[in-house]
């Protein structure tokens, strides 16, 4: 016999333990399970333990950096991997224990740790336990992609989540992946002291962003000492004296990079593999992501998937705004959607990359009329008085409608700033509701109404 819910939520990341918490307020029996961490990815080995991963590194940094700002230490700067885990440790730990907390007190939510498995449409396995429920929610997000290379069988292998439990400093840190995830690796251990070499496959770094972009932000980074290996093709590792060897190149005669410790950051791949989704009949596209509509609904009724497993949005605020828009819908009569969501998100290297709407080459590709405008950061008092004046602003605007089409942030506070130009997208307005408000001085967001004053034609 199975254990009637009204509703079963699998997975507690960034939209499954508000909603239950939501439904179960609406009157719902509602069950969640999780068959690791609670809290899922971003608080357990994703956005808050990698956060404060950089908050030390970059700690470091600027200490290593003091005399620029007339600020001396006696003798080298020095750091204590150890610290620099428990200190990351300690931060994720209140953030899983306050997630846990919520569910176990909230009346009406059963928290379930066990790995969920659908039986039937409606029917969940648990622990051989079966549970059913009239409406089901999936939040099983992703892990990451671990291909088949030759030789990665030979050697130990670390992925974003391996490096979570990183307590001392790897002498060379090979990073296979020279996107969002291992840039952020790289500059990282490159503070922490570590040699860093990044081996990408594509032509450039972060091939989604326009090339000024990447090239900007691979100047930055080899600023810094770290080294990158662009057009890495033929890739195979493998035992080495030194360590780990990661083999470059298809021409004659071996490229090899030695490194101590290898990281393989080259995406991430959706947890949907083991739901037993063939016994529901629930549908998913060729990579596995499962097919949602607008509204998050997968192909069987009373089903829903929310998170990075529709591959509708890989973050932790495209995932909560699945929560919103299942709940408005479910239980507000408010109709949200999906495609209501501006594309916003930040690559967070120092200074970190913001990113809102479309990218200089989407803007060419629609052909339509547009103007543009950029500024360096070099021109930003604030950046300036910081002595960190790396990056630029730039802003696409369409000629006609006077709308943000989109804009890249790279610069000191570019992750806070950019939420302006995102609000004005979002509210619908055109460009000049906010081209000549007054902020503050001295700040980096200043300068977001003379950037929406200086566009011009995109040529
Ligand atoms: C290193 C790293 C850094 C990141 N940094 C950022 C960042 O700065 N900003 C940002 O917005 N995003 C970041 N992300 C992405 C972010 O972590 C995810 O987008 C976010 O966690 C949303 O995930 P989710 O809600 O889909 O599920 P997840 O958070 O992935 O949680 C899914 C949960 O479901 C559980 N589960 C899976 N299958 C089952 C099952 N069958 N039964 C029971 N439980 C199951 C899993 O154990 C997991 O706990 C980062 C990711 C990584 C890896």
């Not at 997968?298 to 828009?325: C, K, M, Q």
């Not at 709407?357 to 989407?362: A, F, K, L």
Request: proline share 5%.
């Amino acid at each position: 016999m199975a254990e009637h819910f009204d509703a079963i939520v699998i997975g507690t990341g960034q939209a499954g333990p508000a909603l239950a918490v939501r439904l179960a307020q609406a009157g719902r029996r509602t069950a969640i399970l999780e068959r690791k961490r609670i809290g899922g990815t971003c608080v357990n080995v994703g956005c808050i333990p990698t956060k404060t991963l950089i908050a030390s590194a970059r700690a470091a940094h600027v200490a290593r950096r003091g005399a620029d700002y007339g600020v001396l230490f006696d003798g080298p700067v020095r750091v204590d991997m150890a610290r620099v885990k428990a200190r990351k440790d300690e931060i994720v730990r209140q953030s899983n224990q306050g997630v846990t907390r919520w569910l176990r007190s909230t009346p009406n939510v059963t928290l379930i740790e066990g790995h969920g498995r659908f039986a039937a449409p409606h029917t969940i396995d648990v622990n051989g336990k079966l549970l059913e429920a009239p409406e089901i929610f999936i939040n099983t997000g992703g892990r990451a992609s671990v291909p088949a290379m030759p030789g990665l069988d030979q050697v130990e292998v670390l992925t974003s989540s391996g490096m979570m439990d990183v307590d001392f400093l790897p002498q060379h840190l090979v990073i296979i992946g020279g996107s969002y995830i291992g840039l952020e690796f790289a500059q990282m251990y490159r503070r922490f002291g570590s040699a860093v070499t990044v081996v990408e496959m594509g032509p450039r770094l972060i091939g989604r962003e326009d090339d000024e972009t990447s090239a900007a932000v691979q100047a930055i980074l080899e600023a810094e000492g770290i080294v990158f290996r662009l057009d890495a093709r033929c890739l195979s590792v493998g035992r080495h004296d030194g360590g780990i060897a990661v083999h470059v190149s298809c021409e004659q005669g071996p490229r090899v990079i030695v490194g101590t410790h290898l990281l393989l950051a080259v995406g991430r791949v959706p947890n949907s593999d083991d739901l037993g989704l063939d016994r529901a009949g629930i549908a998913t596209d060729a990579r596995g992501f499962i097919a949602v509509d607008d509204t998050l609904r997968t192909s069987v009724p009373g089903v829903w998937a929310l998170g990075d497993v529709n591959g509708r949005g890989a973050f932790t605020h495209t995932s909560y705004n699945d929560f919103e828009i299942v709940a408005a819908n479910l239980l507000d009569g408010d109709p949200r959607r999906i495609s209501d969501r501006i594309p916003v998100y930040a690559l967070f290297v120092d200074p970190p990359l913001a990113r809102i709407g479309m990218t200089e080459r989407e803007v060419r590709s629609t052909g339509r009329p547009a103007l543009a405008g950029k500024m360096m950061m070099t021109r930003v008092g604030r950046a300036r008085e910081r002595g960190e004046t790396q990056g630029f602003m730039q802003v696409f605007v369409d000629r006609e409608t006077g709308k943000i089409l989109g804009a890249t942030l790279l610069g000191i506070e570019a992750d806070e700033a950019i939420h302006s130009l995102l609000d004005v997208m979002s509210i619908g307005a055109p460009y000049t509701a906010i081209a000549r408000t007054v902020h503050i001085h001295p700040t980096v967001s200043e300068w977001i109404p003379t950037l929406l004053q200086s566009l011009m034609p995109l040529a």
